[in-house]
């Protein structure tokens, strides 16, 4: 009886090898040969059409072979392998494409700039001495803290106020919607304008200079009036500003009135504007977002809560915060996740506005910036690891999260 | 009775068709470049030439993205049979990772191609006397751009020397405008307008050449008294009360396209924004339509002025290298035609061409546009003299070249000629 358990084993463990590891491999490798065969002969353009019909057949053929393997496994253990044949293929795929990657950046990351030779951890000391990190790390704190808060604070008012609505919620919440529909790198395109400067006496073309620049008497963007000109290079006309490159308050106007030297204005005076200027461009983009799932969180509440507060006398306020937000945790803590990972991952917004310049970097972009600009592939790994290091909490909480949910 | 026959004849075709191998008809050759638009259709012109003498299929693809793009081409083995980089310190650094085929191999006559192009270029592309980057096309930033008219209208003289330029300076501001147009915000890559200013300032002072060549690979620190003394000058620009026209704001805020968009703009008087504009020759691509007609004209160039005058006269500029990644019989082939005197002539005669070849030996008559007869001029003279000289920020080890070195440019014209001291002392401080 034992020698046939162990037998029955063996025969199992045989068959799961062959189905799940030697027949998916073999099947991969006669794939890529012929692939890259097929390259030689043919155009890319044809390659390209007959790659995706020719991809997904492999793929029908590969679970077609993986269970008539199965299929001699005796019957009791075919769930287990079944189920196996699903998963296995993309626990592969991400093992290859995903956990392979990381672990070989984590491993250049002690690498020197040309991943030749170890270097210990000179490139971690360099990411917390080197002024420039140290600043895109304050950036990255910035953004996390402010945006994350901002998005989550407006997204519930603009949810709550719009659930309040007699008419036209859906019109309204579809307006806040919208800037989500727009790619981040259009996002970025519009607020360029909005903070666009130039310099005079050319016309300003960005609304903010426009307007400043317009204020007082006889101060125009440049205009033609009675076929006479007028322009703003009077000294008594506010002068245009260049937002995107104000690393504090020091160049505007409002520094002078804040010359008194307490902290607190000392501190005001330092407020990176640049930073926050391209800050507002995310929290406007997924406001929207925020807002929706918000909103239809709120909806689930029901009724009858809402109204017993009614009755008990409860304001507006009072049910917002004693019914509302403790309903909506779980909404909130997914919405707050979701955008730490963003805020995390954001590269366009800075990419296509500053580039990292005056102060403005963020990690992202300061891990291309190694990698393709200054080549240094060990700084460049060092830079994703943190960044790993940073989403790592946000995964795990994630992961424990939904341990709790299933167990509950 | 007749299979031997067919066997002969078989062996004969075969024969035949092993010499035939020689022809190159129809084997492709692929460069990649940052070469876009007017230039990448200039480019193709070059190249198209090759195709009608050889047979050779040569393709150019260029793209915004390129140096991005090569880099994990290297990384990934599936690069193109050449590249050609904005900058030769790319083409050393691939050469470094042992990617390129030295032009030896290539069968190029070395000797020619120093002659021909100055032992200055070829040098750029040099590592361990090993010569791996072909020159290509130069351009030219030791150049002042102004409006002859404006000039002529208000009596100003065109400046020789730094002095006179100064005079000329503080004459316009004692007249109620502004005489210089700088704006150096570029999409990450500001700062590098003002090490341009450095650069030609560094040519001009202490021992010119020789401490330029010393300056590039940190030799001569930073914090030295010839580089301070450069940094003191463009200071001096950049700090001097309504020297720039918007002041500050606008040298750090500006896009350096748009920065002398000013010059063509009347203010409420009737005077331009600024009447100086030193910038390289590729600008005018960024003028407005009308401004760009007048090119050579209306607003042309003068020399950036001597500061020194012991010094010889040099120019600074800048220029691509490409380097070849095999060598196959098309590859060489087209290399030999890459460095010959007549592979820019296509491209010098399209209306839009801005690129100037860097071969001593084109000729500049050829190019269809004023302007390029004039800046061409200087570029084979100053090569032929040995007194050109590169981007020197190009030649830096990138920490410091587009690293440091832009972002302290930066820093300065914010915090103001105090601050000239920390600047030098943290780019050398960066220098890996």
Same mark, same amino acid.
């Given at each position: 009886?034992?020698?046939?358990?162990?037998?029955?084993?063996?025969?199992?463990?045989?068959?799961?090898?062959?189905?799940?590891?030697?027949?998916?491999?073999?099947?991969?490798?006669?794939?890529?040969?012929?692939?890259?065969?097929?390259?030689?002969?043919?155009?890319?353009?044809? $390659?390209? %059409?007959?790659?995706?019909?020719?991809?997904?057949?492999?793929?029908?053929?590969?679970?077609?072979?993986?269970?008539?393997?199965?299929?001699?496994? =005796?019957?009791?253990?075919?769930?287990?392998?079944?189920?196996?044949?699903?998963?296995?293929?993309? @626990?592969?795929?991400?093992?290859?494409?995903?956990?392979?990657?990381?672990?070989?950046?984590?491993?250049?990351?002690?690498?020197?700039?040309?991943?030749?030779?170890?270097?210990?951890?000179?490139? /971690?000391?360099?990411?917390?001495?080197?002024?420039?990190?140290?600043?895109?790390?304050?950036?990255?704190?910035?953004?996390?803290?402010?945006?994350?808060?901002?998005?989550?604070?407006?997204?519930? !008012?603009?949810?709550?106020?719009?659930?309040?609505?007699?008419?036209?919620? &859906?019109?309204?919440?579809?307006?806040?919607?919208?800037?989500?529909?727009?790619?981040?790198?259009?996002?970025?395109?519009?607020?360029?304008?909005?903070?666009?400067?130039?310099?005079?006496? %050319?016309?300003?073309?960005?609304?903010?200079?426009?307007?400043?620049?317009?204020? #007082?008497?006889?101060?125009?963007?440049?205009?033609?009036?009675?076929?006479?000109?007028?322009?703003?290079?009077?000294?008594?006309?506010?002068?245009?500003?260049?937002?995107?490159?104000?690393?504090?308050?020091?160049?505007?106007?409002?520094?002078?009135?804040?010359?008194?030297?307490?902290?607190?204005?000392?501190?005001?005076?330092?407020?990176?504007?640049?930073?926050?200027?391209?800050?507002?461009?995310?929290?406007?983009?997924?406001?929207?977002?925020?807002?929706?799932?918000?909103?239809?969180?709120?909806?689930?509440?029901?009724?009858?809560?809402?109204?017993?507060?009614?009755?008990?006398?409860?304001?507006?306020?009072?049910?917002?915060?004693?019914?509302?937000?403790?309903?909506?945790?779980?909404?909130?803590?997914?919405? #707050?996740?979701?955008?730490?990972?963003?805020?995390?991952?954001?590269?366009?917004?800075?990419?296509?506005?500053?580039?990292?310049?005056?102060?403005?970097?963020?990690?992202?972009?300061?891990?291309?910036?190694?990698?393709?600009?200054?080549?240094?592939?060990?700084?460049?790994?060092?830079?994703?690891?943190?960044?790993?290091?940073?989403?790592?909490?946000? @995964?795990? #909480?994630?992961?424990?999260?939904?341990?709790?949910?299933?167990?509950? | 009775?007749?299979?031997?026959?067919?066997?002969?004849?078989?062996?004969?075709?075969?024969? $035949?068709?092993?010499?035939?191998?020689?022809?190159?008809?129809?084997?492709?050759?692929?460069?990649?470049?940052?070469?876009?638009?007017?230039?990448?259709?200039?480019?193709?012109?070059? !190249?198209?030439?090759?195709?009608?003498?050889?047979?050779?299929?040569?393709?150019?693809?260029?793209?915004?993205?390129?140096?991005?793009?090569?880099?994990?081409?290297?990384?990934?083995?599936?690069?193109?049979?050449?590249?050609?980089?904005?900058?030769?310190?790319?083409?050393?650094?691939?050469?470094?990772?042992?990617?390129?085929?030295?032009?030896?191999? %290539?069968?190029?006559?070395?000797?020619?191609?120093?002659?021909?192009? &100055?032992? /200055?270029?070829?040098?750029?592309?040099?590592?361990?006397?090993?010569?791996?980057?072909?020159?290509?096309?130069?351009?030219?930033?030791?150049?002042?751009?102004?409006?002859?008219?404006?000039?002529?209208?208000?009596? +100003? *003289?065109?400046?020789?020397?730094?002095?006179?330029?100064?005079?000329?300076?503080?004459?316009?501001?004692?007249? #109620?405008?502004?005489?210089?147009?700088?704006?150096?915000?570029?999409?990450?890559?500001?700062?590098?307008?003002?090490?341009?200013?450095?650069?030609?300032?560094? %040519?001009?002072?202490?021992?010119?050449?020789?401490?330029?060549?010393?300056?590039?690979?940190?030799?001569?620190?930073?914090?030295?008294?010839?580089?301070?003394?450069?940094?003191?000058?463009?200071?001096?620009?950049?700090?001097?009360?309504? /020297?720039?026209?918007?002041?500050?704001? *606008?040298?750090?805020?500006?896009?350096?396209?748009?920065?002398?968009?000013?010059?063509?703009?009347?203010?409420?008087?009737?005077?331009?924004?600024?009447?100086?504009?030193?910038?390289?020759?590729?600008?005018?691509?960024?003028?407005?339509?009308?401004?760009?007609?007048?090119?050579?004209?209306?607003?042309?160039?003068?020399?950036?002025?001597?500061?020194?005058?012991?010094?010889?006269?040099?120019?600074?500029?800048?220029?691509?290298?490409?380097?070849?990644?095999?060598?196959?019989?098309?590859?060489?082939?087209?290399?030999? +035609?890459?460095?010959?005197?007549?592979?820019?002539?296509?491209?010098?005669?399209?209306?839009?061409?801005?690129?100037?070849?860097?071969?001593?030996?084109?000729?500049?008559?050829? +190019?269809?546009?004023?302007?390029?007869?004039?800046?061409?001029?200087?570029?084979?003279?100053?090569?032929?003299?040995?007194?050109?000289?590169?981007?020197?920020?190009?030649?830096?080890?990138?920490?410091?070249?587009?690293?440091?070195?832009?972002?302290?440019?930066?820093?300065?014209?914010?915090?103001?000629?105090?601050?000239?001291?920390?600047?030098?002392?943290?780019?050398?401080?960066?220098? =890996?």
């Amino acid at each position: 009886m034992k020698q046939n358990t162990q037998e029955k084993k063996l025969f199992n463990f045989g068959i799961s090898t062959l189905a799940l590891a030697i027949f998916p491999l073999f099947w991969f490798l006669s794939q890529a040969i012929l692939f890259r065969e097929l390259t030689e002969i043919v155009t890319r353009n044809v $390659l390209v %059409l007959i790659a995706i019909p020719l991809g997904s057949t492999f793929i029908f053929l590969l679970f077609i072979g993986m269970n008539k393997l199965i299929n001699f496994a =005796p019957k009791d253990s075919r769930d287990v392998l079944e189920a196996r044949m699903f998963v296995g293929p993309s @626990i592969f795929m991400i093992g290859l494409f995903l956990f392979y990657p990381a672990v070989r950046t984590f491993y250049l990351s002690f690498k020197d700039r040309y991943s030749n030779d170890f270097v210990g951890f000179e490139n /971690y000391v360099w990411a917390v001495t080197d002024a420039e990190m140290i600043t895109t790390i304050r950036n990255q704190v910035i953004w996390l803290i402010a945006v994350v808060t901002l998005t989550l604070i407006v997204g519930l !008012i603009v949810g709550w106020l719009t659930d309040r609505l007699n008419k036209g919620e &859906s019109f309204f919440k579809s307006i806040v919607f919208m800037p989500m529909a727009i790619s981040a790198v259009g996002a970025t395109a519009i607020f360029k304008f909005i903070y666009e400067y130039r310099p005079p006496p %050319l016309t300003q073309i960005g609304i903010i200079n426009g307007i400043r620049v317009s204020k #007082g008497d006889n101060c125009y963007n440049n205009r033609i009036i009675d076929g006479e000109f007028y322009g703003f290079d009077d000294a008594s006309c506010v002068a245009p500003v260049g937002w995107l490159q104000q690393r504090d308050l020091s160049a505007l106007p409002i520094a002078e009135t804040l010359q008194d030297g307490s902290w607190l204005s000392n501190m005001f005076v330092n407020l990176p504007v640049n930073t926050l200027l391209l800050m507002v461009i995310m929290v406007w983009m997924y406001t929207g977002f925020a807002a929706v799932v918000f909103s239809a969180g709120i909806k689930a509440i029901p009724a009858e809560i809402m109204e017993a507060g009614q009755i008990d006398g409860a304001s507006e306020i009072r049910i917002f915060r004693s019914i509302v937000v403790p309903y909506i945790k779980s909404t909130i803590v997914v919405v #707050g996740t979701y955008m730490v990972v963003t805020v995390l991952k954001a590269f366009d917004i800075i990419y296509v506005s500053t580039r990292g310049d005056l102060e403005t970097n963020l990690l992202a972009v300061k891990m291309l910036d190694e990698f393709s600009k200054y080549r240094n592939f060990g700084r460049s790994s060092t830079v994703a690891v943190i960044i790993f290091i940073c989403v790592l909490p946000v @995964i795990i #909480g994630t992961a424990l999260r939904e341990r709790d949910n299933l167990d509950s | 009775m007749k299979k031997p026959l067919l066997v002969a004849f078989l062996l004969l075709t075969l024969i $035949l068709g092993a010499c035939g191998g020689g022809s190159l008809e129809g084997e492709e050759v692929t460069i990649t470049g940052a070469l876009i638009g007017e230039d990448q259709e200039g480019f193709r012109a070059n !190249i198209a030439a090759i195709t009608e003498e050889t047979g050779i299929i040569v393709t150019y693809q260029g793209s915004d993205n390129f140096e991005q793009e090569i880099q994990i081409q290297m990384e990934s083995g599936d690069t193109p049979d050449f590249a050609l980089w904005p900058q030769p310190g790319a083409v050393v650094d691939a050469a470094k990772r042992g990617m390129l085929t030295p032009l030896e191999d %290539l069968d190029i006559d070395l000797d020619e191609y120093k002659s021909n192009f &100055s032992s /200055y270029l070829v040098g750029l592309g040099t590592v361990d006397g090993v010569i791996y980057g072909g020159a290509n096309a130069a351009n030219l930033k030791s150049i002042v751009w102004y409006q002859p008219a404006e000039f002529e209208a208000r009596g +100003y *003289a065109v400046p020789n020397t730094w002095d006179e330029m100064i005079a000329l300076a503080d004459q316009i501001v004692s007249e #109620g405008m502004n005489p210089f147009c700088f704006g150096m915000y570029s999409n990450g890559a500001s700062g590098w307008l003002a090490t341009d200013w450095m650069e030609d300032i560094m %040519l001009r002072t202490g021992e010119g050449v020789t401490s330029y060549d010393k300056w590039v690979t940190n030799e001569l620190k930073f914090a030295s008294d010839t580089v301070t003394n450069a940094a003191t000058l463009l200071s001096q620009i950049m700090h001097t009360d309504n /020297y720039v026209v918007g002041g500050t704001d *606008a040298i750090v805020s500006t896009y350096f396209g748009n920065a002398q968009d000013p010059m063509f703009s009347k203010d409420a008087n009737g005077n331009p924004g600024c009447f100086m504009h030193r910038q390289a020759s590729f600008i005018p691509a960024f003028w407005p339509e009308a401004a760009q007609a007048g090119v050579g004209v209306e607003t042309t160039v003068f020399p950036f002025p001597v500061i020194d005058e012991s010094l010889p006269k040099a120019a600074l500029g800048g220029g691509d290298m490409w380097g070849a990644f095999n060598d196959r019989e098309a590859t060489k082939v087209v290399a030999e +035609y890459l460095l010959s005197a007549s592979f820019h002539e296509p491209a010098a005669q399209q209306p839009n061409n801005a690129r100037l070849s860097a071969h001593t030996g084109f000729n500049n008559d050829l +190019y269809s546009k004023d302007i390029n007869r004039i800046l061409g001029t200087i570029i084979t003279d100053a090569l032929a003299a040995d007194a050109f000289r590169f981007d020197a920020s190009d030649l830096m080890p990138p920490e410091v070249g587009a690293g440091s070195f832009w972002k302290e440019m930066m820093n300065l014209a914010v915090e103001g000629p105090g601050y000239i001291g920390t600047a030098m002392d943290n780019i050398d401080k960066s220098w =890996p």
